[in-house]
């Protein structure tokens, strides 16, 4: 009887010194319940996101936001979530609990996913019509980097809000959560806006580039004449624009035009361009 005795109070000590434990939260509880490492609480990330912690392995993975619950499984630290399960930027949430013990050891962390920058597209030169007087978008590009840079400091603005609303809401998480929405909307939305200006921006460049060209391909003048008046005693005095010589043979550079020019008496202007084809 008296070894029976000594391992029952060996056995009730033993419980007695491990309920104490877990309900103070000391050493052991520290040893099992999971250390999250990444990614940091509140964190702003873009994926994919990199989930790693100290601790029990395997856990059992449970990804909360957009309204879903996805289970991703048994998993290891470190492993990656595929930017695929964040259909839209907004909260979402990241669950890993023991699959021996449940809820008893189980940690929550929760971090913010940024929309994804959309991809440039080149945009594509269409020929104007020919004669019109190419406009100089110039300035409109420096007002849309310009309203670009703007954007650029409300953004960083915005992120320093949300910034300080976390640490003034760190104790209470339903205040927390609807501040984190309403600045997660205004994230969204001038991020939509910044992609909206990034694209015009796009545009008035291509159309730069293709005016540039088009100035490129115009070709050189074909004629070229001068005026002269051969009659002068007549009244009007009789006028004429000379584009060849005696030989009948047409000015095709100016070289030509000005050699006759100096030996025709009657000429009353210098040579200047007066047929020029366009090819565009």
Known sequence: MGVRQAVG????????????????HSS?????RPQVLAPADGAIVSGPVTVSWEGPQPM???????????????RESPFEIDPSRFPRPGQYSLELTDPRF????????RFMV??????????????APAGETPPTPNADVTGLMAERDRMRVDLAGLQTEV????????????????????????????????????????????ENQFLRQRLQSIPP?????????PRPQTVPPSRFVLVSNRSGD?????????????????????????????NG
């Not at 109070?9 to 103070?24: E, K, T």
């Not at 052991?28 to 099992?32: F, K």
């Not at 003048?221 to 008046?229: E, F, K, P, Q």
Request: hydrophobic letters at 50%.
């Open 9 to 24: 109070v060996a056995l009730v000590s033993a419980a007695a010194v491990v309920g104490a434990d877990l309900f103070m």
């Open 28 to 32: 052991l509880l520290r040893v099992l």
């Open 60 to 74: 059992l993975a449970v990804l909360n936001g957009n309204g879903q619950r996805i289970d991703l499984g048994r």
């Open 102 to 109: 449940g809820t008893l050891i189980s940690v929550d962390r």
């Open 114 to 127: 940024r929309r994804a920058t959309a991809p440039r597209v080149t945009a594509a030169a269409e020929p």
């Open 163 to 206: 910034d300080t609303l976390k640490q003034q809401l760190a104790g209470s998480n339903e205040e927390r959560d609807a501040v984190q929405a309403d600045a997660d909307a205004r994230l969204a939305g001038a991020q939509v806006e910044q992609d909206a200006l990034a694209r015009e921006h796009l545009q008035a460049l291509g």
């Open 221 to 229: 003048c074909l004629v070229w004449g001068y005026m002269a008046v």
């Open 250 to 278: 047409v000015f095709r550079t100016e070289a030509q035009c000005v050699a006759t020019r100096r030996a025709d008496p009657t000429g009353v202007s210098p040579c200047v361009c007066v047929g020029v084809v366009w």
